[in-house]
């Protein structure tokens, strides 16, 4: 077992990184002054990942299999892990994403109580074909009311526009009819796949110390081997299948998701989500022209937002938001791009946005769940943190200017809309 201290000068932080004899990567970040502690057990498997091969054996599983793991891990013949965390008074929750699936716990007291709970139940899973199928009609549900919800909508609408074949186009709960082909046998052929403690990572954040998360994870985690995993996605072309995609749901204004489809072939470096980060702020925050002229144009109010979407795969750019005249909005952001790309970027434009995004990084330190959830992120694509601030910090013009020519391709969009 090995503890690295890492540190960063610049930033005046530091995280320990320990790999544990379990074969579990821990990451433990102490906050001196806090009173809260954040963690979360997560594992690089995500609603994406539905097609894969382990100890030389091809599996296929159905659509939706990685969120219902999520829900029926808390499960157990003793009861519910929800009951346990009540005790402690901490509050518990659980995510599946496109890449990823996580547990994890918030607490002010009985920490060392709070990390047991989640070491335990995701550690001892318990499924029965009884209690796999009275799942099937709770998530069932779930689907539907997603089905019911514009923003949800609008921006699946849009994923399936934009991808041929990857299955980020997916519903992440899978469909009610993908989900009544989970069983037992396939919950537990995942789980021994992918959460595999050499395929997972811990991460603490608050008021914690080394120590008592080893002497927590020594006497839970026995070492396991590690498994032999590799997850298939299917070919994508790089143009969008449709261009534009419509649907009516009874909303009082449109909304509108504008994904830019880029390259997934690799995922990005620390240097590349940085420049895009500042490339973004500087061409749609609320301080630039392009959004003060949809703004006084009444094409968006408080709701536009933007952001880089990226996992195995997979990687967009997304502006979106509600919107009286989605089309139109589309126009004036497409001409803001060619727009920059042809004339470049003011170099005041630049020293604004390199220097505002740095500080909204700097910021996001100081919130336990943010840096416990990006640790986990980070680890998970084989990104270092301090990295990717050491990339916000040393930009240059020329490097904006350069990722603008690699990605934002106004001729490979899909515009989603959802209106009344």
């Known amino acids: 077992m090995s503890v690295k201290e890492i540190k960063s000068e610049l930033l005046g932080e530091k995280y320990y990184e320990i790999d544990h004899k379990s074969g579990l990567k821990i990451f433990v970040w102490p906050k001196e002054g806090y009173n809260t502690t954040y963690g979360i057990f997560g594992t690089p498997f995500g609603s994406t990942y539905n097609h894969f091969t382990v100890d030389g054996e091809e599996v296929r599983v159905p659509d939706g299999i990685a ?20 005790s402690t008074g901490a509050n518990a929750n659980a995510y599946t994403s496109f890449e990823k699936t996580c547990y994890l716990f918030s607490c002010t007291s009985q920490f060392e109580r ?20 009275k799942e099937q009609g709770i998530i069932g549900q779930e689907i539907k009311m997603y089905d019911d919800s514009a ?8 994923l399936e526009g934009l991808y041929h074949n990857h299955p980020v186009k997916i519903d992440i709960a899978g469909t009610v009819e993908s989900i009544s082909h989970i069983t037992a046998e396939k919950l537990y052929k995942c789980y021994n796949t992918y959460y595999n403690l050499h395929n997972m990572a ?12 080893l002497e927590i994870c020594d ?25 534009y995609v419509e649907q009516k749901l009874p909303v009082a204004v449109p909304l509108f998701n504008l994904g830019f489809k880029c390259s997934g072939e690799r995922l990005m470096t620390e240097n590349e989500i940085a420049y895009t980060d500042i490339l973004l702020f500087l061409l749609a925050s609320s301080a630039s022209p392009m959004y003060r002229e949809l703004l006084d144009k009444g094409l968006i109010n408080s709701t536009f937002s933007y952001e880089q979407f990226e996992g195995p795969g997979y990687f967009t750019i997304i502006f979106g938001g509600e919107s009286r005249d ?21 170099d005041e434009d630049f020293e604004i946005a390199k ?4 500080g909204d990084a700097l910021s996001s330190l100081n919130s336990v769940d943010t840096v416990a959830n990006l640790t ?45």
């Open 67 to 86: 969120h219902y793991l999520e829900h029926k891990l808390f499960e157990s013949e003793e009861g519910d892990a929800f009951t346990l965390y009540a």
């Open 114 to 133: 709070c990390l047991e709970i989640l070491l335990d139940f995701v550690r001892n899973p318990y499924f029965t074909a009884e209690t796999v199928k």
């Open 151 to 158: 923003d949800w909508r609008v921006m699946f609408n849009m």
């Open 202 to 213: 811990l991460t603490v954040v608050g008021k914690a110390d080394v120590d008592t998360v």
């Open 219 to 243: 006497r839970m985690l026995t070492p396991q081997d590690k498994v032999d995993v590799t997850t298939h996605f299917p070919h994508e072309p790089y143009e969008v299948l449709k261009p």
């Open 326 to 346: 989605p089309k139109s909005a589309e126009i004036i952001i497409k001409k803001y791009i060619d727009t920059l790309r042809e004339k470049g970027i003011d």
């Open 355 to 358: 220097k505002a995004t740095y």
């Open 376 to 420: 986990e992120d980070f680890c998970f694509n084989n990104r270092k943190i301090f990295t990717y601030f050491d990339a916000i910090s040393k930009a240059t013009k020329e490097d904006i200017e350069n990722r603008l020519r690699e990605i934002l391709d106004t001729d490979n969009t899909t515009l989603s809309v959802v209106k009344g």
